[in-house]
């Protein structure tokens, strides 16, 4: 998840509350999330709420 929020440009923090809140879609394997290629592209792409 490190190298993920740096390539979109914020913090770890930022993007575990992301992925709380559905904003990003992640699976989860054991203590490790994983985030699709197709699920960061819709992330990058699709209107975010405010």
């Known amino acids: 998840m490190e190298e993920t ?3 979109l440009g914020i913090t770890r923090q930022t ?3 992301y992925i709380k809140n559905g904003r ?3 699976t989860q ?3 490790t999330k994983y985030i ?10 699709e209107p ?3």
């Open 36 to 45: 699709s290629e197709d699920n960061l592209k819709k992330f990058l792409t």
């Open 24 to 26: 990003v879609l992640a």
């Open 48 to 50: 975010q709420p405010e």
């Open 5 to 7: 929020a740096q390539l």
């Open 29 to 31: 394997i054991g203590g």
């Open 15 to 17: 993007l575990t509350k």
